[in-house]
């Protein structure tokens, strides 16, 4: 079909005419540099990259905005929230450069190589800026878990080490306590004390505390052996011991108050329980024959008082039985709460005891005297009244009176 060159020029005319209605909107470029944003950074790091706008002309609305980086295998995601950016400009005037600083912040992002993009929109158009994120873990991560993976060996092959120790100390366990069972009667304190140790081993060894309990172990054999080597003589002493607690027990001491023989008491059956800490018989006897001769001066003390007691009942005068009888109590109160240990008392309680009984025996002996004095002047007197010369009666021949 022709078209004529009225129809050409008609066509032209209204093409003016639009054009100068509608005036034709020049599409503007924001020009970005760079084009693309590549970080290579640790995890727990942050930082900030700077990107440049430009335009010819000018441009309104801008708007920038952040979305989600996604990993290769999209199974793991960068949140939108790990890029920040300060502030984004609305509005970029011709030939202007712009600065825009954008902040990324990984502190609890996973490692990997993600990818994504920053949105520009702006009036008229729109693009988008590529992101590619590396991250990688901090280098003390992989040392880490070297060393963990060392670590994990060892606690490992240490497990099987401690199963293996385990399994002895069982074994060592039940041949020890056979063998002290066989013996508990005789054994008295060095059995307690060895079964004290094993029933801390067995604690140990329950608790996968192996040293501790080969410890207590190595502590019951000592006990058992020191006992089992000169068990003859360990039950001499045993033996000397029993004699001396039924020395407590006799009428004369049995369930007596006195604090002297009650640490007698106490410290025999301590005695009895620290043999197996000594290192011989001979210590044991040392021990129970300084309590021997406690019993014995206690005895002798009692004794002594007794003595004074009896004498003083032989004392005519009623006002010295008395006193002396005073002095006797003073005396029982000093030996009921004096103690075994306090010897320089003890001495000076005997040393009174003795002095008060010569005392007496002295004060019998003035009485006796004084008594005899008093017959022989009453002797001398009546001779004196009743003398007389011999007279005769009949063939008898009487004398004077003797007396």
Not at 14 to 33: C, D, F, G
Not at 205 to 233: C, F, G, M, S, Y
């Amino acid at each position: 079909m022709k078209i004529s060159s009225f129809n050409i020029l008609k066509i032209l005319f209204l093409s003016l005419m639009i054009s100068r209605k509608y005036p034709s909107v020049a599409q503007a470029e924001i020009i970005t540099n760079p084009k693309a944003i590549t970080i290579n950074a640790t995890r727990g790091e942050s930082l900030t990259r700077t990107i440049t706008l430009w335009s010819i002309e000018k441009v309104s609305n801008v708007k920038m905005v952040t979305l989600d980086l996604l990993s290769a295998d999209n199974s793991s995601v960068l949140p939108a929230g790990t890029i920040t950016i300060a502030s984004s400009p609305t509005q970029i005037n011709p030939q202007e450069l712009m600065s825009l600083p954008i902040q990324f912040n990984f502190q609890n992002a996973r490692s990997g190589e993600f990818t994504g993009e920053i949105a520009l929109t702006y009036e008229g158009g729109g693009k988008t800026i590529p992101v590619i994120v590396r991250l990688k873990d901090p280098w003390p991560l992989p040392l880490t878990i070297l060393i963990l993976g060392i670590i994990i060996g060892m606690v490992v092959s240490a497990y099987s080490n401690q199963g293996k120790l385990n399994d002895e100390v069982t074994v060592k366990l039940e041949n020890l306590h056979i063998q002290i069972d066989s013996d508990k009667t005789e054994a008295r304190s060095f059995w307690l004390r060895a079964d004290m140790y094993l029933n801390v081993a067995k604690q140990a060894r329950d608790a996968k505390q192996i040293v501790e309990a080969q410890t207590a172990l190595n502590n019951t054999k000592e006990v058992w052996h020191k006992w089992i080597n000169q068990r003859p003589n360990w039950l001499i002493q045993f033996h000397y011991y029993d004699q001396l607690v039924q020395r407590l027990n006799q009428d004369d001491l049995k369930n007596t108050s006195i604090f002297y023989i009650q640490a007698i008491a106490r410290d025999l059956d301590q005695v009895l329980q620290n043999a197996p800490v000594l290192s011989t018989p001979n210590e044991l006897q040392k021990l129970l024959d300084k309590l021997s001769q406690q019993i014995n001066t206690y005895i002798q003390i009692k004794i002594q008082l007794e003595k004074m007691q009896n004498l003083m009942s032989g004392l005519e005068d009623s006002n010295q039985r008395y006193e002396w009888e005073d002095k006797a109590s003073d005396l029982t109160q000093e030996l009921y709460i004096i103690l075994p240990s306090q010897e320089a008392e003890i001495e000076v309680l005997k040393s009174k005891i003795d002095t008060y009984i010569e005392t007496i025996k002295g004060l019998e002996i003035q009485a006796f005297e004084i008594e005899k004095g008093i017959k022989k002047k009453a002797l001398k007197l009546i001779q004196k009244q009743f003398s007389c010369k011999p007279h005769q009666y009949g063939r008898k021949k009487i004398h004077k009176y003797h007396f």
